[in-house]
């Protein structure tokens, strides 16, 4: 037998890249589009007002998620040809789209408890703010998942 076997984890993250990757690619584009729309909207409608701004997490979501969206496919097909650089590659993404579900919910939970200016959160934001960091942290967990078991020595023997 000629070639490297390509190991059952490495398709398994290289196939749901392949279909993640495209969608989220147009939810950054769009969104980043939406966010230069609703800015210039609010500029224009706004005037000097320094309480007429777009919050930046119409931002940075989009932006991470066209760039990650873009990373997870060439790193999928990367993975695919069996290459290492696909492997590290596939590694940072699904780190970074852990860290960003986690920076959005921790952005979330941070606007719940805020809510009220006056007197401190109430109970219900608290409880609110928990839920979200529960879904947060159970949505960001199969992304951390498959990038330690993409770290590990026993895959990186067998994509050599």
């Known amino acids: 037998m000629t070639g490297?076997?390509?190991?059952?984890i490495a398709s398994v993250v290289a196939v749901i890249w392949l279909y993640l990757g495209p969608p989220w690619v147009l939810i950054?584009?769009?969104g980043l589009y939406g966010y230069w729309w609703i800015a210039g909207a609010v500029a224009e409608l706004g005037g000097n007002d320094p309480r007429a701004e777009v919050p930046l997490v119409f931002l940075w979501?989009?932006?991470?998620?066209l760039v990650l969206g873009l990373a997870g496919t060439k790193g999928a097909f990367a993975l695919l040809g069996n290459r290492e650089s696909g492997r590290f590659l596939m590694r940072l993404v699904n780190a970074g789209a852990a860290l960003m579900i986690l920076a959005f919910t921790a952005n979330w939970m941070?606007?719940?408890?805020q809510a009220s200016r006056?007197?401190?959160a109430s109970w219900e934001q608290v409880q609110m703010a928990l839920f979200g960091l529960l879904v947060g942290v159970l949505?960001?967990?199969p992304f951390i998942i498959i990038a330690r078991k993409?770290?590990?020595p026993e895959l990186r023997i067998l994509m050599q």
Do not use: D, I, Q, Y
């Open 4 to 8: 490297s076997v390509r190991p059952r």
């Open 28 to 30: 950054g584009a769009f």
């Open 61 to 65: 979501f989009p932006a991470c998620t």
């Open 110 to 113: 941070h606007g719940v408890t």
């Open 118 to 120: 006056f007197g401190g």
């Open 139 to 141: 949505t960001a967990l």
């Open 150 to 152: 993409l770290g590990s």
